[in-house]
């Protein structure tokens, strides 16, 4: 109610980029203010369920709704955000220098669509700076994951350099890490998706992590690759099978679309990546390919147009086993964490399931 009726007219009335600065810096400032989390977690935080905790890749998530990547992109606010209800959170997506992203405007609304396009183009405040804010932050309740790309001006054959300055410097900080090669944003990015490009970049990703592993002592952390939607679908099996090949630890399915079908809203002529509501079908649609194509023995996180607890459960039942919002947030509040879990329960005792991970995929064994 407070959002939607007081700090939501009010964040519209604003550019939509000075209204995330707003949201993320204040929360973030706020959350540095003794007793602030406690309060956050009373109003918005989610009660722990049996039913909703899921175990993956050796980490414990109290519920399967996570916080995507680009929401907190220089993880300013990870206390904030890790108080409103998350199972999970990603930071970024960082590169290893600091870069301003594209010009501006860069980030719209289209309200009747319940979408957004951004064209921000990985503004963010570099590796040395995140590193501060993450240390800063301390341990959190939930799994932490750092979202990592490639700085504009660097080829993209020299893209794994840039991953691995990302691993070298944030390693102690992510509790898995996400490899961003699907944004839109960055010319020629999408290309590491395809082909021998993608098996050498993943390869340098594991061996980095596994460097990194050796030389702090801590174990070998989950390595995620985010894709994207627009693809098709003889792209996507081979990119599936390379990654189960190179041994991934998850895929994340999906970023934002440069598809603009179904789109009414004037803003729907800005280039740039649309996220919400319209690009929920294909994203699930994505999902319920890869869980097929792997047999469901590689963990998929489902992003892309989950506005209620039915689209999460979709998601869900076509094979994810965690879930991510970012515009819904934005268009509905933070009380968005606790409508979708206690909807997800309601949808899981209606089909006689007693915990998450027994919907994983379920639709593909009826």
Do not use: W
């Not at 970049?201 to 390595?223: C, F, I, N, Y």
């Not at 809203?265 to 994203?283: C, D, F, I, V």
């Amino acid at each position: 109610m407070l959002y939607r009726h007081i700090a939501k007219p009010l964040l519209f009335r604003m550019d939509p980029e000075r209204a995330h600065h707003v949201t993320v810096d204040g929360l973030g400032a706020a959350s540095r203010v003794p007793g602030v989390t406690n309060v956050l977690r009373s109003l918005y935080g989610v009660a722990e369920r049996p039913e909703l905790a899921v175990e993956l890749c050796g980490l414990k998530f109290p519920n399967p709704v996570g916080l995507a990547a680009g929401l907190d992109k220089n993880a300013k606010a990870v206390r904030g955000f890790s108080s409103l209800g998350f199972g999970f959170m990603e930071v970024g997506t960082v590169t290893p220098r600091p870069q301003k992203g594209n010009d501006k405007p860069r980030l719209f609304r289209l309200p009747p669509d319940d979408a957004l396009i951004n064209r921000m183009g990985f503004n963010n405040v570099g590796i040395e700076a995140m590193a501060a804010h993450l240390r800063q932050a301390g341990p959190q309740r939930i799994p932490i994951a750092v979202n990592i790309g490639k700085n504009k001006d660097t080829p993209n054959e020299r893209a794994e350099d840039d991953y691995r300055s990302c691993i070298r410097g944030l390693y102690p900080y992510g509790d898995f890490f996400v490899v961003n090669i699907s944004s839109p944003n960055t010319p020629g990015l999408r290309h590491l998706q395809h082909g021998d490009e993608l098996r050498q970049l993943v390869g340098a990703v594991k061996d980095e992590m596994a460097r990194q592993s050796a030389a702090t002592g801590r174990p070998v952390k989950p390595v995620f690759v985010k894709i994207a939607p627009d693809v098709t679908d003889e792209q996507l099996e081979y990119m599936v099978a390379t990654l189960a090949d190179c041994a991934v630890s998850g895929i994340i399915a999906t970023n934002t679309t440069i598809g603009r079908d179904g789109l009414t809203h004037p803003h729907a002529k800005e280039t740039g990546g649309l996220s919400g509501r319209p690009l929920a079908r294909r994203s699930t649609e994505v999902i319920r390919t890869v869980y097929r194509l792997i047999g469901g023995k590689l963990p998929i996180i489902g992003s892309g147009g989950i506005f209620t607890a039915e689209d999460a459960y979709e998601k869900i039942r076509a094979g994810a086993s965690l879930v991510e919002v970012y515009t819904a947030l934005i268009y509905k509040g933070p009380g968005l964490l606790r409508e979708l879990n206690e909807g997800l329960l309601a949808l899981l005792k209606r089909d006689g399931f007693t915990r998450i991970g027994q919907a994983v995929g379920a639709e593909h064994h009826e």
